[in-house]
């Protein structure tokens, strides 16, 4: 096809998929938890991913006391803080995270969960 080109595809890995995904969910759930710890394997025939066994970290600000909401591998804040200390967006990030309100990436978003700096508007 003339009208399609290289920029109108985008290529990722399967854990790019999985950082991406959890990024998703922080922000869907008003940043009170992540899916962290996604394994799994990815079903060709369905054309989509089956994840097991993940992990969720839950973090209210306004209840900051509560623990272990979901079980003993919920490590609350510093497991929301060690997800984006180590996570750098790819290429899905800013397209699955569209809508969100305040949205930021990687070391911008842990300094604003962290409040070490004020919250920035993110692109």
């Not at 060709?44 to 079980?71: A, S, W």
């Not at 305040?102 to 604003?112: E, G, N, P, R, T």
Request: some cysteine; charged content about 30%; hydrophobic content about 30%.
């Amino acid at each position: 096809d003339e009208d399609t080109n290289e920029t109108d595809f985008i290529f990722i890995t399967k854990s790019e998929v999985a950082q991406a995904f959890s990024h998703f969910t922080f922000h869907y759930s008003g940043e009170k938890m992540i899916l962290v710890d996604l394994q799994g394997e990815y079903d060709n025939k369905k054309n989509m991913f089956c994840f097991t066994d993940p992990v969720i970290h839950y973090y209210n600000k306004q209840n900051p006391g509560k623990r272990n909401v979901y079980g003993r591998t919920d490590m609350g804040r510093k497991g929301v803080e060690k997800f984006f200390d180590t996570h750098v967006c790819n290429a899905l990030c800013p397209l699955i995270t569209r809508g969100f309100k305040d949205v930021c990436h990687s070391k911008d978003l842990l300094d604003a969960f962290t409040n070490r700096r004020k919250k920035k508007r993110c692109a």
